[in-house]
């Protein structure tokens, strides 16, 4: 077998976690009886996105929320990724994506590496590093065939993370996310099909559904990208599942139509940036647009 069934569930998040949490129990039920797998949730999910909201909905992990998911992955014999949730380390706040097995073992924890930090003046000020400390750590595992990769959200942004697991042979990276509702229409999209051009591999990003009471409206629209760049499942902003295909023979071809693995330059890219070192050499005063070899 090589491919597997992926369903990425933009779940609707209130202010009351045991509610959450249950909510995403049941809502992986629906998706792995509809013959899913591989199940995805969002960008904290037991808890309203927001500075204000991590240490009072804090848990440690494994701790209560992780301790559901893991029974509800064994009970429905899928691997899930557990969206994230705030994780309370003795008093160290950490945006944590945990991910389990059929059997309902943890098989992975990723902490959010980049945080979001962003000032975009009259649109959206947000400084998670306010409050959370970031993850250090490149987390992958394997679904059946699938290698997979974890980002959270504000990741998917720096092409070097995905970059990275595709060296390591993933096939597939997965980002619980929740854009907003000025980067989300200009970004999410364009981030997924970039990260997944530029690897050749498959992208998934899951958004909480939108809020529009919430503090932090999210912008929803998760979908799956293919290795071609291709769109092949999206939602709009409201509760709902979607599945795709992971094919890893179709992530082959691809790469073998288009064979970017045996094509890079690594020799010329290795080389000390030629436009520093002719600034250097000429006391500043050299178009550094002018062709250097
Ligand atoms: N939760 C996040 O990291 C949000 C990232 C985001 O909205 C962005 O524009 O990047």
């Known amino acids: 077998m090589s491919a597997l069934r992926l369903a990425l569930i933009q ?29 995805a949730l969002p960008e904290c999910f037991n808890s309203p996105y927001g500075t204000q909201y991590f240490k009072e909905y804090s848990e440690p992990v494994p701790g209560p929320t992780t301790k559901s998911l893991s029974e509800v992955a064994k009970e429905c014999q899928v691997f899930l990724v557990g969206g994230s949730i705030p994780e309370n380390e003795n008093g160290n706040l950490y945006n944590t994506c945990s991910v389990f097995a059929p059997n309902g073992d943890t098989i992975a924890k990723y902490r959010k590496m980049h945080l979001f930090d962003i000032n975009v003046p009259g649109k959206i000020f947000f400084q998670e590093s306010d409050v959370l400390k970031p993850g250090n750590t490149f987390v992958t595992f394997n679904a059946g065939p699938c290698k ?93 599942i979607i599945y795709a295909e992971i094919d890893i023979g ?12 045996n094509q890079r330059r690594l020799d010329v890219y290795s080389r000390p940036n030629p436009c520093e070192s002719l600034k250097e050499m000429s006391g500043y005063n050299i178009d550094v647009n002018q062709h250097v070899d």
């Open 148 to 240: 997979v990769g974890l980002g959270i959200c504000y990741d998917m942004r720096f092409a070097e993370l995905a970059q990275i697991y595709a060296k390591e042979g993933c096939h597939l990276v997965v980002y619980p996310g929740a854009f907003n509702m000025t980067t989300g229409p200009a970004h999410w999209q364009l981030l997924q099909q970039a990260r997944a051009l530029d690897n050749q591999m498959y992208v998934a990003a899951v958004s909480p559904a939108r809020d529009e009471g919430a503090t932090y409206v999210a912008w929803g629209n998760s979908s799956t990208v293919g290795p071609w760049g291709d769109i092949l499942a999206k939602t709009s902003h409201e509760e709902s």
């Open 11 to 39: 779940m609707a998040v209130g202010t009351n976690k045991t509610e959450n949490v249950k909510k995403a129990c049941k809502l992986v039920k629906e998706a792995a009886s509809k013959g899913a797998k591989l199940i």
């Open 250 to 261: 179709r992530l082959e071809e691809v790469r073998q139509n288009i064979p970017l693995n």
